[in-house]
């Protein structure tokens, strides 16, 4: 992207796919097409390409070939790891973070959840969760990375902490938006069940994944029923081109995350300390130590994030105000106000997300966009398209 077209910094949300993927994709879609499930040659072929890129991801996320249950997203492999508490005499005892995605919260509260809290810098009170499980806890499910506004939850501790407390519980790790800056083997190698999403590390929409460790077989039940396929948790015929596609962009992104991380923590850096230069009055709604390095979020007191997002928008800078999954939502973000803010101020916070493919001219571009909008605004004039 170049500043004449603006910037895009809505990476949490979604990336572009990498061209290296999309290659890998296009001899699925184009000439490799049979059913996985078939007999034929053209059908093994096919079931051999899910077979490579089912081991290449378990060498990846360090887990074992057959714990891997490839689904139609993050949202249906949070959605899968929840109906694990599930039985038919009613639920079992279940804690979630107040700052989960959707895609936990709303199965969750569907079975009576409770709800652990979060201190006001959107990391997990381990005291407060240490209060909610005991040995009736069947599952517990904690994010390794917030997707609003970026913060790297403690996991080791936590795991160690249920482990002690109540050891038969299931742990399930929401590890979408840490797939892309942290070391997934690493943060949840003490979790029975940890969810991943292709699209946001440069793979294509549509395709995600849940491990699923021995620890947990027993227990999981599927969503849908009607085949045979992923050993009877997802029946459907298998998205080839979206799991190789995943495959290589998890690849990739593994043998490039140190680099990029060093580079986008340093762009993201100098966009916020900029930003705030230039905009007294603006401020991190988290301390920048306590995120991943592509998150920068926002304060900007006295108006409303809409209206900033639709001047930006104008702008040629893409941005967002929260979770794509709640955009155009009435209510504040739950993230923000579980960290203590009020309704009318969440409204006020504006998330910037970067990625791999965030360029320094982006960056510049983005901080003389972000400072005249919120100059506008407070000054009464908005932009028009």
Same mark, same amino acid.
């Given at each position: 992207?170049?500043?004449?077209?603006?910037?895009?910094?809505?990476?949490?949300?979604?990336?572009? =796919?990498?061209?290296?993927?999309?290659? @890998?994709? #296009?001899?699925? +879609?184009?000439?490799?097409? $049979?059913?996985?499930?078939? &007999? *034929?040659?053209?059908?093994?072929?096919?079931?051999?390409?899910?077979?490579?890129?089912?081991?290449?991801?378990?060498?990846?996320?360090?887990?074992?070939?057959?714990?891997?249950?490839?689904?139609?997203?993050?949202?249906?492999?949070?959605?899968?790891?929840?109906?694990?508490?599930?039985?038919?005499?009613?639920?079992?005892?279940?804690?979630?973070?107040?700052?989960?995605?959707?895609?936990?919260?709303?199965?969750?509260?569907?079975?009576?959840?409770?709800?652990?809290?979060?201190?006001?810098?959107?990391?997990?009170?381990?005291?407060?969760?240490?209060?909610?499980?005991?040995?009736?806890?069947?599952?517990?499910?904690?994010?390794?990375?917030?997707?609003? =506004?970026?913060?790297?939850?403690?996991? @080791?501790? #936590?795991?160690? +902490?249920?482990?002690?407390? $109540?050891?038969?519980?299931? &742990? *399930?790790?929401?590890?979408?938006?840490?797939?892309?800056?942290?070391d997934l083997p690493e943060m949840?190698?003490?979790?029975?069940?940890?969810?991943?999403?292709?699209?946001?590390?440069?793979?294509?929409?549509?395709?995600?994944a849940l491990v699923v460790r021995?620890?947990?077989?027993?227990?999981?039940?599927?969503?849908?029923?009607?085949?045979?396929?992923?050993?009877?948790?997802?029946?459907?015929?298998?998205?080839?081109?979206?799991?190789?596609?995943?495959?290589?962009?998890?690849?990739?992104?593994?043998?490039?995350?140190?680099?990029?991380?060093?580079?986008?923590?340093?762009?993201?850096?100098?966009?916020?300390?900029?930003?705030?230069?230039?905009?007294?009055?603006?401020?991190?709604?988290?301390?920048?130590? #306590?995120?991943?390095?592509?998150?920068?979020?926002?304060?900007?007191?006295? &108006?409303?994030?809409?209206?900033?997002?639709l001047l930006l928008d104008a702008?040629?800078?893409?941005?967002?105000?929260?979770?794509?999954?709640?955009?155009?939502?009435?209510?504040?973000?739950?993230?923000?106000?579980?960290?203590?803010?009020?309704?009318?101020?969440?409204?006020?916070?504006?998330?910037?997300?970067?990625?791999?493919?965030?360029?320094?001219?982006?960056?510049?571009?983005?901080?003389?966009?972000?400072?005249?909008?919120?100059?506008?605004?407070?000054?009464?004039?908005?932009?028009?398209?």
């Amino acid at each position: 992207m170049t500043v004449a077209e603006g910037a895009y910094l809505d990476h949490a949300a979604s990336t572009p =796919v990498m061209p290296e993927v999309l290659d @890998a994709m #296009l001899v699925h +879609l184009r000439d490799n097409y $049979a059913n996985p499930s078939g &007999i *034929h040659r053209q059908a093994r072929n096919e079931r051999r390409a899910i077979d490579d890129a089912r081991e290449l991801l378990a060498e990846l996320l360090g887990c074992a070939p057959g714990e891997i249950v490839f689904t139609s997203g993050g949202t249906e492999a949070d959605n899968l790891a929840i109906a694990c508490a599930r039985h038919p005499t009613g639920p079992g005892h279940v804690v979630v973070s107040a700052i989960e995605h959707h895609a936990i919260l709303h199965p969750a509260a569907s079975i009576g959840a409770c709800i652990a809290p979060v201190s006001s810098d959107a990391i997990i009170d381990l005291d407060a969760f240490r209060e909610l499980v005991d040995r009736s806890t069947e599952l517990i499910s904690v994010m390794g990375v917030n997707n609003e =506004v970026g913060t790297i939850q403690p996991i @080791a501790q #936590l795991t160690q +902490l249920v482990r002690d407390e $109540a050891p038969q519980a299931i &742990i *399930h790790c929401d590890a979408v938006q840490a797939l892309a800056w942290c070391d997934l083997p690493e943060m949840t190698r003490s979790c029975d069940l940890v969810t991943i999403s292709a699209h946001k590390v440069g793979g294509p929409k549509g395709i995600g994944a849940l491990v699923v460790r021995s620890s947990a077989r027993e227990r999981m039940t599927p969503l849908m029923l009607g085949g045979s396929q992923e050993r009877d948790l997802r029946p459907g015929t298998e998205n080839v081109a979206g799991i190789v596609g995943m495959a290589a962009a998890v690849a990739l992104t593994s043998e490039r995350r140190s680099e990029m991380n060093a580079r986008v923590h340093a762009l993201r850096d100098r966009f916020v300390d900029e930003v705030i230069e230039g905009l007294p009055g603006v401020r991190e709604t988290a301390p920048r130590l #306590l995120r991943s390095a592509g998150n920068a979020h926002f304060t900007f007191p006295g &108006i409303d994030n809409e209206e900033m997002l639709l001047l930006l928008d104008a702008k040629g800078v893409a941005a967002s105000a929260g979770s794509s999954c709640a955009s155009g939502a009435l209510e504040p973000s739950h993230v923000l106000v579980a960290m203590g803010m009020t309704a009318e101020q969440a409204r006020t916070c504006v998330r910037f997300t970067l990625g791999a493919t965030t360029t320094a001219a982006e960056i510049d571009y983005a901080i003389g966009a972000v400072i005249d909008a919120y100059e506008q605004l407070l000054g009464g004039v908005v932009a028009t398209k």
